[in-house]
Every structure is written in structure tokens, then in C-alpha cells.
């Protein structure tokens, strides 16, 4: 059996372990709080444009425009492919990074020439130590989303696939399908492509006529599709960040649990060991006070 | 869904569901100028710029700043999605004005493209704060 000390030392290291993951608990609950409710806002947003732009597509004729070029003529071991991975600024999440960076992993191998852009901390050190170039000027946290820095990456997204530097541009993001399940989702921002839209409510109208576009078509385009992409972007970070916390919550309230138990456990070992060693004294004692006799 | 002088109208922004019910009419800022819909307009779709909005619900019309964004308008609903939609009284008088000069203020420093075009689309959302606020 360990000694008293050593029981005493554990105990201690364990208690300070359960106060930070208990607080990293705290904290993240009502972090999450705060990211659901954005999520619940963001939501219908995020979903009404996909199914608004969808419509649009579904109700016009073949759409000549430079977000609809697919360019075919580049072969695929020529494409350069653009991924956005968001992962979390910290670890302590349980599987969250992993996770993603895992998917990310997974589709850059099956790429000829991939450029990755990670938003967060923790998926840059990843990558720095496991020798995957990134991009480093692309430096964004996953903190506290906003629709400003939607707007910058979707910006840089842009311009890079317009002067022909990026082919195509996927976001790697992690979905919160409910609070106990979260998958990492591939979805592909640029070039748009009329068929990857599903149908949303198939024919929920009776008009099949196209739509006209007031007053041009590309008029209309440049500025749907920049408020679509930074919309998309938005919401992937947005979910981000909600799963991130709802991954650190679970983590650290299974760790605060195990703590828990561990200092149940080591204060019966504890307990047991100071009652020996009483009994141990109270022998002696006795022992040697028969032997004076 | 909607009556026989109403369409269903959306206004839908990043931030909340801004309305959602029938509504008799609407104006709406477009790229060329404004744009005026009323029940059993052709299907469209158009873009949306900041600028003031007005629409006409139960008689009555409501005017609302709107921000950049998409309309798809189609006979019997029309959905407008946008960056911001804000009731005139929820506006901050002198917060649209700080705004307006401090982007009037970075409009005339040496900036690059983007910073441009940053600093013009925050002026238009002041201006259509300004605007609806009056």
C-alpha cells in the first residue's frame, strides 16, 4: 500500500484537476448557452438562403457566370483545391479537433494540389507539428463568430478563386446534429452547382416558370452569391463553435465525474492507510510496554 | 397561405426572423432605383441594396432600414433575405451618424480595394439607417 504522503499528494493533484475541469465545465455550459441561442438565429438564415438560392436555380435556365464556372479544362491533377477547416482555438474538447483535422487529413490525400486555411488555434499547431502547410497569413479564431470576419474569409475565398488561384473551394466544419452527436461536414462553397442543391419542398409551388432577374442576370449574381457565401460561412462558424463547446462541456463534465470518483477512492485508500498505521502505533506501544514488564 | 389581396412576405437577416406574415404591399430598395410588389408579380428575383423598405400590412405601412441582400419574389410570397432589417424606432439616431462620419472619415484616407469597399457599403448602411430613422 502507498504511503500516507503519497495518498495525501494524489488527493491534492486530483482536487486541483477537478476545480479546472469543473470550471472549464462552467465556463463552456454558459458559453454554449450563449452559442445556441445565436445558432437558433442563425439557423433559419442559413437555411432559407440555401433553399432561396436553390429555388432560384431550379426556376432559371443554365446560369452563365464566372461562380458557376466549373472550369472544366483544368484536368483533376492539375485542380487546385481550396479547403477551410474550422477547428477550436483550444484542446480539451474531447474529440472535437481531432475529428475534423482527421476529415481534413482524409481529403487532402485524395487531392493533387491542396491548399489548407485552418481557423483556430489548435487546428494550426496541428498542423505546424505534423508538417501540413497551411496558409499562414490566414489567421482567424473560432471564437465568438461574427459576421465580419465571414465577410474576410469569404472575401479572400473569393478573390482567390476569381483570379484562378483556387479551382475549388471546399469548408470543412463540424455539424451539431444534437447535443450528443456532432459530425465534421464537408460542404463545397465554390464554383456553385445547380445539382448540389437538394431540392427543397419540390415543386412547393405551382409556378413553373422562370424567374426573371431585375435587371440582369449577372447584376443580381454578383451580389447573391458574395451574401450566400459569407452567409455560409457565417453559419459553418457559428455551428463550429457550438459544437466546440458542447465538446468541451461533455469532455470536461466526464473528467470532473472521473476526478470525482478517483478522490472517492483514494480518500478510502487514504482512510485505510491512517487506520493502519494507528493500529500499527497502538501494537508497538503495547508491545513494548509488555516488554518493560 | 395568403389572401386574395395578401402575399406572404419574409424578411429574414442573419440576427432574427425580422417579419413574417401577409402583407398587402411593399417597397423595396432594388439596384436601379425603387421597386414596388404587389400581389401576383411575375416570379423574380432581384438584389437587394441598403436603403429604406416599406411594407403594407394589415392597411398599414410599415417602414424598416434594410441592408444588403436578395429578394425572391414570386405571385404569392416574396422573401427577402438581408444583412440587417431594423424598426425605425430601434434605431440609434447618433450611432448611424458616428458611424456615417467615421465612414465618411476612412473614405478619405488612402485605403486598399477592400478597405473600400468596406468603408462604402458601412456608409450605405448608416445613410439607410439615417433614411428610415428621419
Given at each position: 500500500m502507498a504511503s500516507i504522503k503519497e495518498i495525501r499528494t494524489h488527493i491534492k493533484s486530483v482536487e486541483q484537476t477537478l476545480k479546472i475541469t469543473n470550471a472549464m465545465y462552467l465556463i463552456s455550459s454558459s458559453n454554449l448557452r450563449k452559442a445556441r441561442k445565436q445558432l437558433n438565429d442563425v439557423e433559419?438564415?442559413?437555411?432559407?438562403?440555401?433553399?432561396?438560392?436553390?429555388?432560384?436555380?431550379?426556376?432559371?435556365?443554365?446560369?452563365?457566370?464566372?461562380?458557376?464556372?466549373?472550369?472544366?479544362?483544368?484536368?483533376?491533377?492539375?485542380?487546385?483545391?481550396?479547403y477551410i477547416v474550422v477547428a477550436g482555438d483550444k484542446g480539451l474538447a474531447g474529440a472535437y479537433n481531432h475529428n475534423i483535422l482527421k476529415l481534413a487529413e482524409e481529403k487532402m490525400a485524395g487531392c493533387a494540389n491542396p491548399s489548407l486555411f485552418v481557423v483556430g488555434?489548435?487546428?494550426?499547431?496541428?498542423?505546424?507539428?505534423?508538417?501540413?502547410?497551411?496558409?499562414?497569413e490566414f489567421l482567424y479564431t473560432a471564437q465568438d463568430p461574427n459576421v465580419g470576419r465571414?465577410?474576410?474569409?469569404?472575401?479572400?475565398?473569393?478573390?482567390?478563386?476569381?483570379?484562378?488561384?483556387?479551382?475549388?473551394?471546399?469548408i470543412l466544419f463540424t455539424k451539431m446534429i444534437n447535443t450528443f452527436r456532432m459530425e465534421p461536414t464537408v460542404h463545397r462553397l465554390l464554383p456553385l452547382e445547380r445539382d448540389s442543391f437538394p431540392v427543397y419542398e419540390k415543386n412547393r409551388d405551382c409556378y413553373n416558370r422562370?424567374?426573371?432577374?431585375?435587371?440582369?442576370?449577372?447584376?443580381?449574381?454578383d451580389r447573391l452569391v458574395p451574401g450566400y457565401i459569407k452567409g455560409d460561412i457565417f453559419g459553418a462558424l457559428v455551428e463550429s463553435y457550438c459544437s466546440e463547446?458542447?465538446?468541451?462541456?461533455?469532455?470536461?463534465?466526464?473528467?470532473?465525474?472521473?476526478?470525482?470518483?478517483?478522490?472517492?477512492?483514494?480518500?478510502?485508500?487514504?482512510?485505510?492507510?491512517?487506520?493502519?498505521?494507528?493500529?500499527?502505533?497502538i501494537t508497538e506501544v503495547v508491545g513494548g510496554a509488555q516488554a518493560a514488564l | 397561405m395568403a389572401g386574395e389581396n395578401t402575399f406572404y412576405l419574409e424578411i429574414i437577416t442573419p440576427e432574427r426572423q425580422f417579419y413574417i406574415g401577409p402583407a398587402e404591399a411593399l417597397v423595396l430598395p432594388a439596384v436601379d432605383g425603387q421597386m414596388g410588389v404587389y400581389p401576383g408579380h411575375e416570379p423574380a428575383v432581384t438584389a437587394v441594396e441598403p436603403g429604406e423598405l416599406r411594407y403594407k400590412a394589415e392597411g398599414k405601412w410599415e417602414p424598416a432600414a434594410v441592408g444588403a441582400g436578395f429578394a425572391e419574389i414570386k405571385p404569392d410570397y416574396v422573401i427577402l433575405l438581408v444583412g440587417f432589417a431594423e424598426h425605425p424606432e430601434e434605431i440609434d439616431r447618433k450611432r448611424a451618424e458616428a458611424a456615417k462620419e467615421r465612414a465618411e472619415e476612412r473614405l478619405r484616407q488612402k485605403q486598399s480595394i477592400h478597405e473600400y469597399y468596406h468603408s462604402k457599403a458601412a456608409l450605405a448602411r448608416a445613410m439607410a439607417r439615417l433614411k428610415a430613422r428621419r
Open positions: 433559419p438564415y442559413f437555411q432559407k438562403i440555401e433553399s432561396t438560392l436553390s429555388d432560384i436555380l431550379h426556376h432559371s435556365e443554365e446560369i452563365n457566370h464566372r461562380f458557376f464556372d466549373k472550369r472544366p479544362e483544368i484536368p483533376p491533377e492539375k485542380r487546385k483545391v481550396g488555434q489548435a487546428g494550426r499547431s496541428y498542423s505546424q507539428e505534423h508538417g501540413i502547410p497551411i496558409d499562414v465571414a465577410r474576410d474569409i469569404a472575401e479572400l475565398m473569393m478573390d482567390l478563386y476569381l483570379e484562378g488561384q483556387l479551382d475549388e473551394v471546399y422562370d424567374v426573371v432577374y431585375i435587371p440582369s442576370v449577372k447584376a443580381v449574381m463547446q458542447n465538446a468541451r462541456m461533455t469532455a470536461m463534465k466526464s473528467s470532473s465525474d472521473n476526478a470525482r470518483a478517483m478522490l472517492q477512492n483514494l480518500n478510502l485508500s487514504y482512510n485505510r492507510a491512517r487506520q493502519a498505521a494507528i493500529t500499527q502505533e | -
